[in-house]
Structure formats: structure tokens, C-alpha cells
């Protein structure tokens, strides 16, 4: 069931320290391990290449010595109240969870249009241009516990929602309902060496995620379009906050 | 073969003879599969013409075939191109054969019966383009034997959803409107249960007709309301009345200022290339008007829009004009051709009733209509895809492959054959007789 509204009861959320990400990119790699995330023949051309969570690189545009850069992970912002992917969908492959709020999509029901491509502004969503071909033995490291998609559907960021089912399966064997912050981490939350990524309940006031999203430091990108992210960044860098949105020079950044 | 039978083959042949010997120039050996009395080429030149449009199609058919073996790589698209040259081609066809359903409107239901002389080759315009664009679409989705899951799990709240329902529905109603027109070929209209078919169709042309109209609205406008909901661009978004955003009331506009343009132009070409008048020359003037005076309003409101959008829409979202045009292949010039040169320019000679009645400009200033409108339909697509909106993305720019040509070609090719074979072996312009062979000549 999907729900165009904001999200209540569970909503999870991550917030990610900019001042803390080193650029390594393992959060990167982590993620396409774990979700069977195919790799082209080509990967020159990023234009095509998928990454659900890509580390951008960015700097404040001064020279030497003044140069400042930051990197800045971005996996699906898992838009809240109305995300501009799911209202646009013809077959509804993607739609954002009643409980949770994880915006999914569904591999097998995707037509290929491209349509949520085009809606969605912060580019998380990848389209298979390609067949999905395994060289051999390769196959052999794909994760059992999520399916590898096909050539001519769009693909992204799910917050490794398989290891939400195998979070509530494990709290279901052991008698309880509720899931422990620990239980469910997504695979760049757990790779992280830095610990820059935090993951949780945005709305469990016991859960870390929630205390940092309401730090003065926090940010989440194009605040002003009003897509209600679930993916807050921290700094304390003013200079990396002014690229995070749109404004007019006379508006100036929206806080 | 019975005497009577002997006696209508002998009949046949006495007409070829007859009107090769009146009219040496126009014997074909198809003749009898034509139009009572009427003139076409030769079967041979006709023949090598056919060759020409089959090896667009065939180019066409390779490129498609190789974008469903090999997949949408084959394309020049990409992740930040995720609509190209064929949504753009789709878009255009589809706005351009609105001259279909509007000519229907104007003629059943508004009851202009002088724009009967071309309603039919409206219906098959709109037909070729409606029928062109729904096949281009099942090589441009990732996967096209899922295409119905569009109507199977329809997501209500999707432009794309109301576009796919209605422009499939009207391609039925299309095909309803242009099988009469088959049945009226002369070996076809003497069997009795076509003929009878056909002309049942014919009396109840104007629920049709209706039908069509309704249908065309909320789909010409889908498309546009496509763009217009796309609140996290603020290229494309606009705001507008309840869910529709203006873009659907303005893609529905522009839609019915092209389509009778594209059609009169269509027209004015086949006289040409035949060398005969097919319609009074006042149609195309009326066509011309009715042009000129849309494609008139549709600036005034187009115009308005893009103030409201530039001033108040865009900075809301933290955007000038300028930033959509600081960088990147796309520049301010695009905004200017489009509504100004191939806007402003086409509308103001269209509504000169001088310059109607004047050929060169009567279609220079159909043509360029259409190519406003085209242009609108690229900026729609392909520039707002290019503008970033993260401040650290980029501008980029897209080149369409030879494959995706090939298909755009290809569906061209496809509609000549369509239209040629109608033109040649059906009754398309009722007044072709009247206006070329009235003076003398077989019945």
C-alpha cells in the first residue's frame, strides 16, 4: 500500500555527516555488493553507469590555498509526504510504504518508461540500458537475498530493504514485533570506517538518526522543492550548506 | 464466368482502353482499383516510390530490432536523458495529428460541411500519426511486453496513465473513422456487407467525431500535464488549475493550432507532388485561418506563462530565468525561435487573409507553426532534462544515434505508404473530380 502524505508511526531515516566522510566510497561499493548491482562492460561513460549510492565530490571554488573539498554520499533521498517518483508511475512499480516510508519499486511490474527518471531531481534512479550478464563464476558472489533485476527496468537505493524483512523475521522467531536500532542496518550504514552514517527511526526520539536530524548542523538537499527527504547531511561548513539548494542571491539559502 | 460476369470484365477493359485513349498519360494498369475517375501515375513510377518508403522502413525496422535484441543502450539515452528523440518525435506527431480530431469537431459537430473536402485526409494523418507513435513506443519502454501493465495497474494518479488509456482508445476510434473511407475503395464498396458497414459508420460519424474530441483533450492535455506536474524541476513545473498544471491546457492549445496547419500542408504537398487541385483553394485558406487564429491565442496565453513562470513560478523555487540558461548547449535563442520566430511570426501571416489567399506564405506560415510546435515539444523533453538541479550536477547535452533516427525515419516511411496508397486507391479529396475532370473524361 502507498501512502501520499508524510509518513507516521515509523519513518526510517538516515543522516549522514559531512564532516566525518573521508570520500573513501566504500559506502559505495558496500551497497552494490549487497543489492547485486550490475557492473558494465564499459564504465567510463557515468552517464549510464548504476550506483545507488554515488559520492559526489565538491569544492568551494576558491584556489589554492583557500581550496575546500567535501564528498557528499547520496543514496535515494526516500522522499517523504508526496515523493515526485511514485505519483508518476503507470503501472505503480514504485511506491512509498504506509509503515517505514522506504520508497520501493518493484522490478517485475516496471515497464521501462522512464518516467520517474525524468521527475526525479536528484538523479537516484537508474535505468538497466544494458542486459544483465554475469561473467561466469561472478554470479557466484551475487547475495541470495536480493533478485537481480533485468535489462529495460529502473532500479535504486532501497535502503536494503531486504534486511528489513530479515530484521522482522528475526523479531518475529524470537516472539516480538518491535526491531532494535541495531537489527536493521542498511549495508552503507555498516560499512562506513568513519561512521559517518547514521540510520534509524527519524520518529523514535530513542533512536540516534532522530536526535541528529534535529541538530542546527543539519541540512537535507533541495529543501525549497519541498520533497521532504529522509536523508539529512551534517556540517558545520556553511560553504558546502549553500550548495545543497536553489536560492535567489536576494532570497539567499533557505535555513 | 456467366454472360453477366463476361460482360463486366469486358466493361473493365473498354474503361482502361477507353481512358487510355482519351488521356494517354494516366493509364495504369491498377486503374480499376482507383477511384471512379480519377488520374494517378504509372504503376511502375508508383512502384519505385514505394521502394523508396519501404527502405525508410527498413531502416526503420533494423534499428528497431536492434533496441529490442540488444536493449535501449543502442540509443543515445541515458540516465539523465531518459526521454530522447522518440518522446520528442511521439509528442510532435501526436500534436501535429490533432488536425484529425479538431477537423472532425469542426465539420460533425460544429457543422463547417466545407471542411468535409478534407476531413479524410485528416482522419488518415491523424491515423498514421496516433498508430506511428503507439509503435515507436514499444521500442522506446524498457520492456515492451509489459506495456499493458499500464491498464492492468494503473496508477490513477499518473499523466502517463491517462495518456496511455486515452491514446489508445482514440487510435480505435481513428481506425472507426478511417475504415469507411477503405470500404469506399471501388473493388471493396461493391461487396455489399462492406458497403453496407461502411455506410452505417458513415451516418454515425458524429458520436465518432465526438468521441474523438473528448478523447483528444485529455490526452493532447496528458501529455502536457506530463511535464507540468514534475514539481521537483523547475524547468518544467508549472502550477495551474486543481491537478492540471497549465501545461495541459497549453500542450491541448497548441496542439489544435498545428494540427489543421499540418494538415493543410500535407494537402497543398500531395497537389503539388500530383500535379492536381484537390481541394477548393478556399479550404486551405479556412484551414489557414482557423490556424492562425489558434496559434494567435495559444501565443497570448503561452507568453503569459512563461512571464508568470519566470517571475513568480521558477524563483519560488529558487531559480531565475538565467540559471536555465547559464551553461550547457541549450541556449535563450531556443525560447526566442520558438515563440517568436516559429510563434509570433506564423501567427500574425496566417491571420492576413492576404496573405492566405498567397500560397508561399499560406504554407511557409503553416510550416512554421508546425515547427513551433515542434520546438516547444523539444524544449519540454530533451532542455528540461538537461538543466540540473542539484547545484553540483551539470548541464549535458544529448545526441540521438542512427538507430534512433532509423525509427523516427522509419515511422515516417510508414506514413507515406499509408497516405500514398490511400491517395492512390482511395477517395480521399471529394472534390478532386469536380475541381480536375469536370470537362470531360470517364465516370
Sequence with gaps: ?255 | MDRKEIGEVVNEIKFVVDRWRKRPGSFAIDSSLMPEGVERCGLAKFSGWMLFCIALCAWGLVSAFLCLWLGLNQTGMNDYFPFGLWIVFDLAVIALGAGAFFTGFLTYILRKHELKAIINCAVIVGFICYSGAILMLGVDIGQPIRGWFGFWHANVHSMLTEVMFCITTYLIVLTIEYVPLIFENRKLDRIPELHLFGHNLHSIMIVFAGVGTFLSFFHQGSLGGMYGVLYARPFAYRTGFMIWPWTFFLFVFSAIASGPAFTALITYITQKVSGKQLVNRSVLSLMGKIAGGLLAAYMVVKIADTIYWATVTAPSMGQSLWDFYRDGPYGIWLMVAELGIFGIVPAVILLIPKARENDAWLISACAMNCIGIVLNRFVFVVQAMAIPVLPFEKFLGYLPTWQEWGISFGMVGYGLIVFSLSYRYLPVFPQENDLNYAQGGPR
Excluded at chain 1, 561499493?29 to 565538491?58: H, P, Q
Excluded at chain 1, 530484521?167 to 526491531?179: L, P, S
Aim: some cysteine; glycine content about 6%.
Design chain 1, 1 to 255: 500500500m502507498s501512502s501520499l502524505g508524510p509518513t507516521t508511526g515509523i519513518k526510517y531515516g538516515m543522516v549522514i555527516d559531512l564532516d566525518k566522510c573521508t570520500g573513501c566510497g566504500t559506502c559505495s561499493v558496500a551497497c552494490l555488493t549487497e543489492n547485486n548491482v550490475y557492473v558494465l562492460e564499459d564504465e567510463s561513460d557515468k552517464v549510464r553507469s548504476i550506483t545507488w549510492l554515488r559520492v559526489y565530490r565538491i569544492n568551494n571554488g576558491q584556489p589554492y590555498p583557500q581550496t575546500k573539498v567535501a564528498y557528499i554520499p547520496r543514496p535515494c533521498m526516500q522522499c517523504d509526504n508526496h515523493p515526485p517518483c511514485v505519483s508518476v508511475c503507470p503501472p505503480t512499480a514504485t511506491t512509498k510504504d504506509e509503515i517505514g516510508g522506504i520508497v520501493s519499486q518493484i522490478p517485475t511490474r516496471c515497464i521501462g518508461c522512464r518516467y520517474c527518471v525524468a521527475a526525479c531531481p536528484y538523479h537516484v534512479r537508474y535505468f538497466n540500458w544494458f542486459d544483465q550478464v554475469w561473467p561466469e563464476g561472478m554470479e557466484q558472489a551475487l547475495s541470495p537475498d536480493v533478485s537481480c533485476r533485468m535489462r529495460g527496468v529502473v532500479e535504486k537505493c532501497t535502503f536494503c530493504y531486504h534486511r528489513l524483512n530479515q530484521a522482522k523475521n528475526r523479531a518475529y522467531m524470537e516472539g516480538r514485533r518491535e526491531i532494535q536500532e541495531h537489527e536493521y542496518i542498511p549495508a552503507c550504514v555498516e560499512a562506513c570506517p568513519t561512521k559517518a552514517i547514521t540510520f534509524g527511526d527519524l520518529l523514535n526520539p530513542d533512536h540516534r538518526v532522530s536526535k541528529l536530524a534535529k541538530s542546527p548542523h543539519a541540512f537535507r538537499l533541495l529543501e525549497s522543492l519541498g520533497t521532504e527527504p529522509k536523508v539529512y547531511y551534517l556540517t558545520t561548513q556553511e560553504w558546502i550548506r549553500r550548495q545543497s539548494d536553489n536560492y535567489l542571491q536576494k532570497q539567499g539559502l533557505k535555513t
